[in-house]
């Protein structure tokens, strides 16, 4: 018997795990870009998809190998006063790199001798515009060939401020700054910030969904973080922890967290130890994940989702009008406020299906509760 071991899973809210299942791909071409010397499209990326598939962990991440290639990060959420937050973490983190936040004007005049005499006028930022403080941060860093990076979480088209960061960074790149923006967003959101067309140049950027983890994936993370953190398990309890977790990054560290848990001074994480933390996990996201995702939700979008579990699978858009009767445009709105919502994602042109883990199974468990009443 040794002492309890430490639970390396990590479902906080954008915490980063030992081992992030199935990103490798896009992080490395991430890391090459912060290396590279001459700028490369990843710099410019938005990151979509549904709820609790990982957004925020990977910009926690891309923020971390930034300021390991010596870039100075900023990192914010799309809400009131984000420009102010970006400006002043970008000053907090590169203090070591720049001037205190008072600027200069000079004013030059030719004196007797024809010598010249220069006045210096302290003035404050703030009498600049946001763009004109932000240009001058940028100036300072490329003097000394560091970077800046900023982060958006939880974009917001209708925010003002979003759109004008958009704006402003599209000049910073015209002026071949050394600047990345990654952002990150529901499907939906992302969609109707492309659209805008104030900010078409993020049509340009790259777009990056992120979805399920494949299953050897899966497997590979739970096999390393627990073994890295001093303990073994068993191929059965590996075999229903890859299955229960639906290759969802949430779930994944949550499936793991509580069966971890279960018996923390056993060397092994046995089938039964895994089964209670699955039951436990599944329990927890269903409560606070999929049950509020539903509460959100209209009558016609719930009868949509219940449309859609007469399917074992996807589900065809053609089936699905057929089954509620309704007019090719209405399933078409409907479609695509579930798609804005996170819980239902496009699979291929007239294929839909299930982005939420577990909302299948509550959606079927509520029909089957009203049926009862």
Partial sequence: MVGE???????????????????????ASLRHAFAAPARRLEL????????????????????????????????????PGMLEDIEQNARRNSSHLIDA?????????????????????????GEA?????????LDQLSEQDVGLLITVDEIDPSLDELIQLVSVYQLF???????????AGLPGVVSRLLSNKDVSF????????????????????????????????????????????????YLIQLTG???????????????????????????ELESHVVASSYSDLSERDIEFLEAMTRDIGDSKIADITARLGWSSSMVAQYRRRLIEAGVVGERKRGVVGFDLPLLRDYVKKQMDEGSTL
């Fill in 202 to 249: 993020l049509r340009r950027a790259q777009l990056r969904h992120i979805g399920r983890i494949e299953d050897h994936d899966v497997r590979e993370a739970f096999v390393r973080t627990i073994r890295d953190a001093g303990r073994t398990i068993d191929d059965s309890a590996l075999t229903l922890a890859v299955t229960a977790s639906e290759g969802f990054a």
């Fill in 129 to 137: 515009n946001w763009r004109s403080r932000m240009t001058d941060i």
């Fill in 44 to 79: 410019t990326t938005v990151l979509y998809g549904a709820r609790g598939t990982g957004k925020t962990t990977l910009l926690s991440v891309a923020a971390q190998m930034a300021q390991e290639s010596g870039w100075v990060v900023a990192r914010t959420a799309a809400l």
């Fill in 173 to 183: 790149v015209a002026e071949d700054r050394k600047v990345a923006l990654l952002m």
């Fill in 5 to 27: 071991y430490i639970n390396p899973f990590t479902p906080t809210f954008g915490v980063i795990p030992e081992h992030i299942a199935g990103r490798s791909r896009f992080l």
């Fill in 101 to 125: 936040p008072n600027s200069y004007s000079t004013t030059a005049h030719v004196g007797i001798g024809n010598l010249a005499h220069v006045d210096r006028t302290a003035t404050t930022l």
């Fill in 257 to 283: 967290y509580r069966a971890w848990d279960i018996n923390p001074n056993s060397t092994t994480i046995t089938l039964r130890d895994m089964q209670l933390g699955v039951e436990s996990a599944r329990a």
